[in-house]
């Protein structure tokens, strides 16, 4: 930390400047201070960020790693640099990296009204416990070590990637570590600030506890602000989408898999003797829910993402929705004994860097029209998976002029800009 402002510029000199200390800056951060050509006599690289380090989705996504993510150019170079730094600096121990399964599950679970009765069909109010039964099949579809669902729940699952395509990651753990390792080599970082001004001479910026401004020379700027991006570059399109997620703290260790889920709960149609569900159930509902495993025993579950609540500025103050959270809370302690039986931990809320509407969009990464202007932005559902590309990318094209790692192809920003 300290006050960059009192630095001075000379020819020669590069003064970057990274906006978002998300895991996109974080990761870039780290990527330029180890690139063999970074001097930190003559080059300095700041950080500036408008509230902490992983404020954003960083801080509460779920860290899916995957080979078979998108886009193709990118995906498999960043799984291997995962692999890379989680090798070279104890990634394990320090942002849990670990190798995964990945699978499909559906489960459903009707409620038993011992009377025939049915008791309530709002999902809200019925209390959690066992006084419901699944679709009456038994299953044996699940692997042998996937034993954290009831069994009589599990309608169906298909692994659809291994170990071998497929690792996961504490995104806080992650980002902190990613800036540590970034400060260590020589990057500042300088937080809670509104960034006002900006031209590729210099940035101004000011300080929110303080109202004081500063400003700094700027030979490269990046723009990593995330869902934000488009406050700093309104040329940039994004319609950020809202999404939840609940942490729980399990009572043991389960194994390791990320589990993308569609469970439906069924209203009170069924009676103990009749086990049989009437299809289709008139107020039954399913919530999709990715449901990852962690190391330490806890568990991370997040939902599909909504539109109601447009990004906030600042960006401290995402509103999260308790009944959002709730409805996760009930949904997955429904279908596992072990979630059921857990604490929880956290309920979170956070926006998703996404275009249209949250379809499939690829990020935009590299030089814009504006001489020294950057962007490493839009990375979707994808972000904490291809950040490690994304930082190298950007380290290429500063110190050597082009991407060297890849082809930046479509992720080229001049080519929509
Ligand atoms: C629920 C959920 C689960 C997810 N799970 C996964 C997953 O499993 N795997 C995966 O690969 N991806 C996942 N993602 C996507 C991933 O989280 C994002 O793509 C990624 O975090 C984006 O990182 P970022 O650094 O670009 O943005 P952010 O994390 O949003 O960071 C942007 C930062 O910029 C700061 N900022 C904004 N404006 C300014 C300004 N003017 N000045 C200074 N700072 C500013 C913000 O405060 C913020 O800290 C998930 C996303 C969600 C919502």
């Not at 043991?252 to 049989?276: K, M, N, P, R, W």
């Not at 190391?295 to 009944?323: K, M």
């Not at 379809?359 to 490493?376: H, K, M, N």
């Not at 950007?394 to 800009?417: A, H």
Request: charged letters at 20%; hydrophobic letters at 35%.
């Amino acid at each position: 930390m300290g006050d960059p402002s009192a630095q001075s510029g000379h020819v020669g000199r590069e003064d970057i400047i990274i906006i978002g200390g998300g895991i996109i800056g974080c990761t870039t951060a780290y990527y330029i201070t180890h690139h063999p050509r970074f001097n930190p006599s003559i080059h300095s690289v700041t950080i500036l960020e408008a509230a902490k380090i992983g404020n954003g989705a960083s801080g509460k996504a779920g860290g899916l790693v995957a080979s078979w993510a998108y886009p193709d150019n990118i995906a498999g170079l960043s799984f291997e640099l995962h692999n890379e730094l989680a090798q070279e600096h104890g990634g394990a121990e320090l942002w849990g990296y670990r190798r995964v399964h990945c699978g499909q599950l559906t489960a459903v679970r009707y409620p038993i009204v011992p009377d025939g009765k049915p008791k309530s069909t709002s999902l809200s109010t019925i209390a959690l416990g066992k006084w419901w039964s699944g679709s009456g099949k038994k299953t044996s579809m699940l692997p042998h070590d996937l034993n954290w669902f009831d069994v009589e729940a599990v309608q169906s699952y298909e692994e659809f990637a291994d170990t071998n395509s497929t690792a996961q990651v504490h995104p806080a753990h992650f980002t902190s570590c990613m800036v540590k390792l970034a400060e260590q080599s020589g990057a500042r970082v300088v937080l809670g600030i509104d960034s006002t001004q900006k031209k590729i001479v210099s940035l101004t910026y000011t300080d929110k506890a303080t109202s004081a401004k500063h400003t700094m020379q700027a030979s490269k700027i990046i723009l990593a602000a995330g869902p934000w991006t488009p406050t700093l570059m309104p040329q940039v399109q994004m319609s950020p989408l809202r999404a939840h997620s609940v942490t729980l703290k399990l009572k043991q260790q389960v194994s390791a898999y990320c589990l993308f889920t569609d469970i439906t709960l069924g209203a009170a149609t069924l009676s103990l003797d009749h086990a049989e569900p009437i299809d289709p159930l008139p107020s039954s509902k399913t919530i999709s829910l990715e449901i990852y495993a962690r190391p330490n025993n806890e568990v991370y579950i997040c939902s599909q993402g909504d539109f109601d609540i447009p990004l906030p500025r600042p960006t401290d103050a995402v509103e999260v929705s308790p009944q959002s959270c709730q409805e996760i809370i009930d949904a997955a302690t429904r279908v596992s004994d072990e979630l059921r039986d857990g604490l929880v931990t956290g309920r979170r809320a956070c926006y998703l860097p996404v275009m249209n509407g949250g379809t499939r969009s690829d990020p935009l990464v590299g030089y814009t029209g504006v001489e020294g202007l950057l962007l490493a932005t839009r990375h979707s559902c994808w972000g904490i998976s291809n950040a490690p590309a994304t930082g190298k990318m950007i380290s290429e094209l500063i110190f050597d002029g082009k991407v060297v790692c890849t082809d930046i192809g479509n992720l080229d920003p001049r080519n929509i800009l």
